[in-house]
Nanobody, 118 residues
Framework: QVQLVESGGGLVQPGGSLRLSCAAS????????MFWYHQAPGKVRELVAG????????YYRDSVKGRFSISRDNNKNEVYLQMNNLKVEDTAVHYC???????????WGQGTQVTVSA
């Protein structure tokens, strides 16, 4: 079955960095579009970044441009989100999502908490 497992979250001070990973299984990862979303307490889930099946970044939320970088390794079936210069407002649960070629959702991960606090 489809599995997406995020890791790498944690507590970091403002200005710090984290690298999130999402390990995928149960579907054709190399053909899937991959995305990172975040959801802060009491807020809707928002798209943060996206990457094509070939590894080309397709979207960054304005608030993360220049600070975050999405990448993938199709040999390892993993997608990453490098988060630099973290801000308090980046505090959220971060989820990875897989979509097929037609934009249909393949699955979601369970999320990993990122907390940015002094």
């Amino acid at each position: 079955q489809v599995q997406l497992v995020e890791s790498g979250g944690g507590l970091v001070q403002p200005g710090g960095s984290l690298r999130l990973s999402c390990a995928a299984s149960g579907f054709a990862f190399s053909r899937a579009r991959m995305f990172w979303y975040h959801q802060a307490p009491g807020k809707v889930r928002e798209l943060v970044a996206g990457i094509s099946s070939e590894g080309v970044p397709t979207y960054y939320r304005d608030s993360v441009k220049g600070r975050f970088s999405i990448s993938r390794d199709n040999n390892k079936n993993e997608v990453y989100l490098q988060m630099n210069n973290l801000k308090v407002e980046d505090t959220a649960v971060h989820y990875c999502k897989a979509e097929d070629t037609w934009g249909r959702t393949i699955g979601w991960g369970q999320g990993t908490q990122v907390t940015v606090s002094a």
